[in-house]
């Protein structure tokens, strides 16, 4: 049986309730294939069974992973590419001008996955910033451990290279190394990567020029997510630039930041005196 | 918006070819490089051709070097979309004139990821 | 699994012809395979290195790799199997009914894509040559073959990376179509 309307408009505003996405009508496909495991799972013969089954008696261990299956994204390149422009238009600039010549700009990479944010803004440096690789250093962190060793190794398969890093990018920044590709020594040297559990105290990092904390917030309920921005907001400069998610905002989460408007995208500034 | 498919394997251009559709592009399909010049000399110049390398006839560095010859079609992006994989491939590709590479096997997703860096992306499109 | 690996330090120092078998292990040709059956046939499309016995009604495609290293990049299944793939490989895109010519041009093309990858792992400049068809091709040397049995679905697929010595073809016209890159 395909996913009836009913199982499909719950689904949809359950995920849009949990994670401000909003799930376009012929998107149907995508629910079919991302709960197809967990229908099967608990044997099961189809999604809409299983769409039936939790509707009617929700758990939410079901509904978050529900939410997770239809909301994490294969991570790509350029994800949402306007907090990168941002960043070389707008804010390295401004940074330029206000540090001293031989201050290394930090730069956050807060939920770094599998490597392709930190190596994204990496890559961005490298050409468009005279000696970049000592002038800043990027953090990289997850939650994964398993995630922080593929960031280490900055080394990427066939199918993530596919998605979204710009082919004179591949060729300038990478090699080929097997049947995969591995991203330049220099750019490697650029980036430490590490473990980090976003929900737990912070270790001693920073302070940082520029933080991307992109698509972790919508996981986490109000009190953690206010929590999590008072935390990254200790480990920043007063003169930083946040960016998050493109579904997420400090707006009615936490008061203590201010919304600039950068090209196409928003960035978050510690506000004074808060 | 208009996108010229061209690929050998009949397969693969209507796989490309239903992609671009679904993202709301019109889409017309050539067999090799001599077909797609055909159908731009017709008249019919899309913004956007996805094309194989390896093809009988004419191949696609053919195709690009031949469409960069003529500066009538310098609006046009070509996007190359083969398993042509070596770095020092890609870097001819581009050498010649293409503007984007997807290397297959790739996946839908990886098509509207490259579109959406070329600018290509029609704008009623949400993900 | 082959643990050597080529530093190039054989070719410069003798003339002796390159082996496949120092060039790439059966590991890196399955996950090439694996990664085109994911993008392409199915996110859970799983290719199982299990041996499943020699298909019945087999039918192989592939495409020459002329380099360095020559050879052939084969795929063989059973007919029944090609046609499988081949609707999965279009899915939505599909025709009511598939034709003798889609299942063809799909088997081709899955090999054209394992074989472009095989060859960009493999010392270059290589040209790749088009996708052929027909029965099994004759076995390459064992010296300087890669041989991946394995299971899609159940049914047996196997792949081999063979070199050239062994390759003789017979194709359905005879008539082997190439159009060499030039390097």
């Known amino acids: ?274 | 918006m208009r996108a010229l498919v061209i690929d050998d394997s009949k397969v693969m251009r209507r796989i490309v070819a239903g992609i671009l559709e679904g993202l709301g592009y019109e889409v017309q399909q050539a067999g090799h490089g001599r077909e797609g010049l055909d159908v731009l000399a017709g008249g019919w110049v899309p913004e956007l051709v996805c094309v194989d390398w390896n093809m009988p006839v004419m191949d696609g560095l053919q195709f690009v070097s031949a469409v960069r010859s003529n500066p009538t079609w310098r609006h046009v992006t070509i996007m190359m979309v083969t398993s042509e994989s070596e770095h020092g491939q890609i870097v001819r590709a581009l050498a010649a004139g293409a503007h984007e590479y997807v290397i297959k096997p790739f996946t839908a997703d990886a098509i509207r990821d490259k579109l959406a860096l070329l600018g290509l992306l029609p704008q009623d499109v949400v993900r | 699994m082959n643990e050597f690996h080529d530093t190039g330090e054989r070719r410069r120092s003798s003339d002796t012809p390159l082996l496949i078998t120092d060039l790439i292990d059966e590991e890196t040709v399955r996950s090439i395979a694996q990664e085109a059956w994911s993008a392409l046939i199915g996110d859970d499309e799983f290719l199982v290195p299990l041996p499943g016995g020699p298909p019945d009604d087999a039918v192989s495609s592939w495409v020459d790799v002329v380099g360095p290293w020559t050879g052939t990049v084969v795929l063989t299944c059973s007919r029944a199997t090609a046609e499988e793939l081949a609707r999965c490989l279009l899915a939505e895109h599909a025709p009511p009914v598939l034709d003798a010519e889609d299942v063809h041009d799909a088997l081709g093309e899955l090999a054209n894509v394992v074989g472009g990858n095989v060859k960009a792992v493999l010392p270059g400049p290589s040209a790749l040559g088009l996708p052929e068809l027909g029965s099994i091709p004759a076995a390459g040397p064992p010296a300087d073959t890669c041989r991946v049995d394995l299971l899609w679905r159940g049914r047996s697929l196997t792949i081999t990376v063979q070199g050239s010595a062994g390759a003789v073809h017979i194709t359905p016209e005879n008539n082997p179509q190439k159009n060499e890159v030039p390097l």
């Open chain 1, 1 to 274: 049986m395909t996913l009836t309307a009913t199982s499909f408009d719950w689904v949809r505003a359950l995920v849009h309730k949990e994670s401000a996405i909003v799930l376009q009508p012929g998107k149907e496909y995508l629910v079919e294939a991302r709960l197809l495991p967990m229908a099967r799972e608990r044997g099961l013969p189809d999604v809409s069974h299983f769409v039936e089954t939790v509707r009617h008696r929700p758990d939410p261990d079901s509904t978050r992973r529900i939410v997770e299956a239809l909301t994490t994204n294969e991570t790509s390149w350029f994800r949402d590419g306007d907090p990168f422009t941002a960043l070389t238009s707008t804010v390295m600039p401004a940074l330029l001008a206000a540090r001293g010549p031989n201050e290394r700009l930090q730069i956050w990479s807060a939920a770094c996955s599998s490597g392709q944010e930190p190596y994204t803004i990496a890559m961005l440096l490298q050409d468009s910033l005279p000696n970049a690789t000592s002038r800043v250093s990027i953090t990289a962190t997850d939650l994964s451990r398993e995630m922080v060793a593929r960031t280490r190794a900055g080394r990427f398969s066939q199918l993530e290279i596919n998605r979204g890093l710009p082919a004179p990018m591949l060729v300038r920044h990478f090699t080929r190394a097997g049947n995969e590709w591995e991203v330049a020594a220099p750019l490697r040297r650029m980036v430490t990567a590490s473990e980090c559990n976003l929900a737990a105290p912070l270790p001693r990092m920073g302070p940082f020029d520029v933080v991307y904390l992109r698509n972790v917030l919508i996981y986490f309920d109000l009190p953690t997510k206010q929590t999590i921005l008072r935390r990254v907001r200790e480990l920043m400069r007063p003169d930083s630039w946040l960016f998050l998610g493109a579904a997420e905002t400090t707006l009615g989460v936490d008061d203590s930041w201010e919304r600039v408007v950068v090209g196409r995208s928003s960035a978050y500034r510690p506000l004074k005196g808060k």
